[in-house]
C-alpha cells in the first residue's frame, strides 16, 4: 500500500530562516508521481510541484527548493529566508494509478508551518 | 470563475439528515476526484469520475455514500444519514487530460460538514 510520512506536525520559525519540510514515502510502483501542495487558512489546496520518479534533479523555483533522493525514498521542501505569508499546512501526496488514465493522491498528514515576525 | 468551485461551502446537518454537496469542475476537464479530510488530517481519496463514468469508489467509507457526474460535469457527493463521524471537509478535484495519468488535479475550496 501506499504511504506518504511527514513526521514533523509543526514547524514555528522566526521571518528570514530557511526551513525544510521532511517527507518520506512507500510505494511499489516503479513509475509514480510525487507532489507538494499548500494549504493556508482558507482551506484551497494550492499546487506547488510535481515530480516523475525518474527525474531526481533538484528542483528551484524562486525562495522554493525540493530535495527528491529515491535511495531514501524521500521528497523534501525548503523555503528560503521564510515570509509571514508561508504560513499554511503543507502536504506532500504520492499517485497512485487508477483505472483509466488517472491517478489519485496519497497525502500526508501535512506539517504546519507557522512564521512569525 | 476559471477554478473548481463548491457548494455549500458550510454545512451544518442534523444526525440522521440526508446532505448533497455539489462540485463544478474546470470546464473541459475529463477527470474529478472527491476527497474527505478529517480535521488535522491529510485528504483521503473517496471516488474518480472520467467523464460520466465513475471508474473507482474505493475510498467511500460506506453505503451511505454516493456519488454522480450525470453528464460529465457537475458532481454531487450525497451522503445519506448523516453521522458524527462523517464531520469533514470534502473537496473536489479536477484534471484535464484523458490521457497523461499524473496531470495536476486542482482543488476546490472544500465544503466543511459538520453533523451535530
Known amino acids: 500500500a501506499q504511504k506518504v510520512t511527514q513526521a514533523q506536525t509543526e514547524i514555528s520559525v522566526v521571518e528570514k530562516e530557511d526551513v525544510t519540510l521532511d517527507c518520506v514515502y512507500e510505494?511499489?510502483?516503479?513509475?509514480?508521481?510525487l507532489f507538494w501542495y499548500k494549504q493556508p487558512p482558507s482551506g484551497e489546496l494550492v499546487f506547488l510541484i510535481r515530480?516523475?520518479?525518474?527525474?531526481?534533479q533538484n528542483e528551484i523555483s524562486g525562495r522554493y527548493s525540493w530535495n527528491f533522493q529515491k535511495s531514501t525514498s524521500s521528497f523534501n521542501f525548503t523555503i528560503t529566508a521564510s515570509q509571514v505569508v508561508d504560513s499554511a499546512v503543507y502536504f506532500c501526496?504520492?499517485?497512485?494509478?487508477?483505472?483509466?488514465?488517472?491517478?489519485?493522491?496519497?497525502f500526508g498528514t501535512g506539517t504546519r508551518l507557522q512564521v512569525t515576525l | 470563475g476559471a477554478g473548481v468551485s463548491q457548494s455549500p461551502r458550510y454545512k451544518v446537518a442534523k444526525r440522521g439528515q440526508d446532505v448533497a454537496l455539489r462540485c463544478d469542475p474546470i470546464?473541459?476537464?475529463?477527470?474529478l476526484f472527491w476527497y474527505q479530510q478529517a480535521l488535522g488530517q491529510g485528504p483521503e481519496f473517496l471516488t474518480y469520475?472520467?467523464?460520466?463514468?465513475?471508474?473507482?469508489k474505493s475510498g467511500l467509507p460506506s453505503d451511505r455514500f454516493f456519488a454522480e457526474r450525470p453528464e460529465g460535469s457537475v458532481s454531487t457527493l450525497k451522503i445519506q444519514r448523516t453521522q458524527q463521524e462523517d464531520s469533514a471537509v470534502y473537496l473536489c478535484?479536477?484534471?484535464?487530460?484523458?490521457?497523461?495519468?499524473?496531470?495536476?488535479?486542482?482543488f476546490g475550496p472544500g465544503t466543511r460538514l459538520t453533523v451535530t
Open positions: 478535484a479536477s484534471s484535464a487530460p484523458l490521457w497523461g495519468a499524473d496531470d495536476e488535479q486542482y
Open positions: 510505494t511499489r510502483d516503479t513509475t509514480y508521481y
Open positions: 515530480r516523475n520518479s525518474f527525474d531526481e
Open positions: 501526496a504520492l499517485s497512485e494509478s487508477l483505472t483509466g488514465t488517472a491517478s489519485k493522491l496519497t
Open positions: 470546464s473541459g476537464h475529463v477527470s
Open positions: 469520475f472520467q467523464n460520466e463514468a465513475q471508474l473507482d
